[in-house]
């Protein structure tokens, strides 16, 4: 459908991939009145990244990134500023400005040659572009018990870190991944560098978080909170074993001890492999509400040769049946695999057109969403040590991509008459907090 507009006019388009002016913004914002203009902005910034002013930060007491997975940084760590390295939020919530946003929280991803600049005005941090004020910027709250320790001396931040705005408790149980090396591990993804990074670095980053000190830190939620209403339990894949565990026992054990001790306290989701439906139904017995078996690229020569290892181990025939069967028994909806958009266009293997990208795309949405499936996208980030970031040198996708993409998602979903994706918080422009893409801001806007 909206794919097909772009055939003529693709390449003018790519050509504008890694820079973004106001007149930019204000044409896409009258061609895309199917979407709301805070999922524009937000999508651009997470494909572009931030810049920020040190002094923005300075004297300020606030939520800063806890590299909870992934670094999602366009720059390495040791190359960040004094100024920046592990001073930067997790998160920022626009409002207000040239174009009179609704409040709009997007993840930050660092990236000194951004032109999205944060910088300190008269009434506090914003956000630049041109040279202009585009919105006001607040920085997350740190809770209060994010200043508690365990009884073995670790950090909230180490063990239960929160993410979008106090909404989800992220819970990387294994920091690892046993698919290793650029014959396993997926093309796009930087687990396993992020742990690095963090440890070169100098930081307490646990690799496997002991089941007692994540109990330690949600009971300090529980007594404390009133925010959060999810957690997440995930980890890289597990190809042999843990602690002497298989995958499905090691991370089995996690939501039974939370559950056992906090019983629907908050809602319980996974994101983990592919797993067999008779598997399953042990995990959503003891509490899991939604699952997430990640399938990360539709197409199957780019499934492939960016996931190698799941490829191995699994396989994408395999992959795509076990989301499909997982319905039975979570039901429809609350399977809600993730894709990586933007990574369909990556060097060297990717498609060469935005429009050859969303409709392939788009087809595996269209495929998902008949069977109640809800995929679920991140925006990709090319982060510097992955195996792409290796091989040749990756250009941000064109924001048009990621625009087509949103009109797709929504055309489709619509289509289907699925309902809102549970454990992502309330959806719609100045609603939404899931931070790391655009497609729950868009979820019940009805254009311009």
């Known amino acids: 459908m909206a794919f097909l507009v772009l055939m003529a006019s693709v390449d003018s388009e790519l050509s504008q991939t890694q820079t973004t002016t106001i007149e930019d913004l204000q044409r896409f914002e009258q061609k895309y009145t199917n979407l709301p203009f805070e999922a524009i902005l937000k999508q651009d910034i997470l494909r572009l990244g931030l810049n920020f002013d040190g002094k923005a930060l300075a004297g300020l007491e606030f939520k800063t ?9 366009h720059v390495p760590l040791a190359e960040q500023s004094e100024e920046i ?19 709009t929280i997007v993840s930050v991803r660092i990236d000194p040659a951004s032109p999205y600049r944060v910088a300190a005005s008269e009434n506090g941090p914003a956000l630049f572009l041109d040279g202009q004020h585009l919105a006001d910027v607040e920085f997350p709250p740190i809770p209060g018990w994010y200043n508690q320790t365990t009884s073995t001396g670790k950090t909230p931040g180490e063990i239960a ?12 149980v294994f920091r690892n991944c046993q698919y290793f090396g650029k014959d396993e ?7 396993n560098h992020n742990w690095r990074q963090q440890r070169m670095q100098g930081r307490p980053y646990t690799g496997i978080k002991p089941i007692e000190d994540i109990l330690e830190v949600l009971s300090f939620i529980d007594e404390q909170d009133s925010i959060a209403k999810c957690y997440t339990i995930t980890g890289g894949s597990i190809v042999t074993e843990i602690q002497k565990k298989k995958e499905t026992d090691f991370y089995y054990q996690y939501v039974e001890a939370i559950e056992k001790k906090f019983p629907g306290r908050w809602m319980a989701k996974m994101v983990v492999q592919a797993w067999e439906k008779e598997e399953l ?46 319905v039975d028994v979570f039901g429809p909806s609350c399977v809600i695999p993730n894709f990586v958009g933007g990574v369909e266009l990556s060097k060297p293997y990717g498609f060469k057109t935005v429009a050859e ?3 392939s795309t788009a087809e595996g949405l269209d495929y998902f969403m008949s069977h109640g499936v809800v995929p679920r996208f991140t925006t990709w980030c090319p982060e510097p040590y ?11 996708p064109p924001l048009v991509y990621f625009l087509e993409l949103l009109s797709e998602w929504k055309q489709i979903f619509e289509k289907y008459e699925l309902p809102t994706p549970p454990g992502y918080g309330p959806p719609g422009p100045g609603n939404a907090v899931f931070s790391v893409s655009a497609f729950m801001d868009i979820i019940g806007y009805e254009g311009r």
Not at 65 to 73: A, E, G, L, M, R
Not at 85 to 103: S, V, W
Not at 295 to 303: I, P, Q, S
């Open 65 to 73: 990134k806890d590299y909870f997975i992934f670094t999602f940084d």
């Open 85 to 103: 390295r592990f001073r930067a939020p997790e998160e920022i919530r626009l409002k207000g400005g040239l174009f009179q946003l609704a409040n």
């Open 161 to 172: 870190p929160i993410i979008e705005w106090g909404y989800l408790i992220y819970l990387t």
């Open 185 to 191: 591990e997926c093309a796009f993804c930087d687990i």
């Open 281 to 326: 139904w042990r995990f959503k017995d003891v509490g899991v509400k939604v699952y997430h078996p990640n399938y990360e690229v539709w197409d199957k020569d780019l499934f492939y040769k960016l996931c190698p290892g799941k490829t191995r181990f699994i396989g994408r025939d395999n992959w795509i049946r076990r989301i499909v069967e997982a």
């Open 357 to 359: 990208a969303v409709k």
């Open 386 to 396: 992955t195996t792409l970031s290796t091989l040749e040198p990756q250009p941000k």
